[in-house]
């Protein structure tokens, strides 16, 4: 699992291979493993595989452009009927983003998480392309595919922001 975190990076180029409904459940499984605020789990995932809704989220954003050659995107929502704080949602849709990029890279997959922000176009677009309920809010994109690019290591531990007892 070290390794697994200290070496996954963004991966945005994807071969056409398929992705299996085995690796799909492993995936699914460890993202609905998260950590959640008051265990409210307000968290949904869209699995969108359709090449042609494919292309739709990719043209909806503008860093999203990957997605048109992606073997799948998960898109992560949070119901805000489940969690009243939207801080909390945010909290908890990213913890089980992060568990989908470190599973996706264990399981030799390509990922790469895709934000989504109220007030972007892609915010509402997605709205209306996924036809979420008014409760639904979509929180976050999986672009998910065999990769296609490879990407180093990095050393990344920036001990200058490393604090201790205090500021
Ligand atoms: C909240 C969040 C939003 C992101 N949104 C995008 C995005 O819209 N498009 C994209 O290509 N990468 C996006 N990324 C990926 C970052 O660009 C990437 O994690 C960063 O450049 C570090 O590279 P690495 O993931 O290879 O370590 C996002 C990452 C996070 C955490």
Redesign the pocket.
Known sequence: MIETILT???I?KYTDEKISEETLNTLLNCAFSAPSAMNRRPFHVIVVDDKDMLQKIADA?M??K?IANASMCLVICGDHKRQPFRDFIINDC?AMIQNILLAAHELGLGA????VMPRMGLHKKLNALLELPLTVEPM?LVSLGYPAET?EK?ERLEWDKVHRQKW
């Open positions: 996954r990076r963004s945005r954003g860093y999203t990957m990213s790469v998480w895709c934000g976050g990407k990095l």
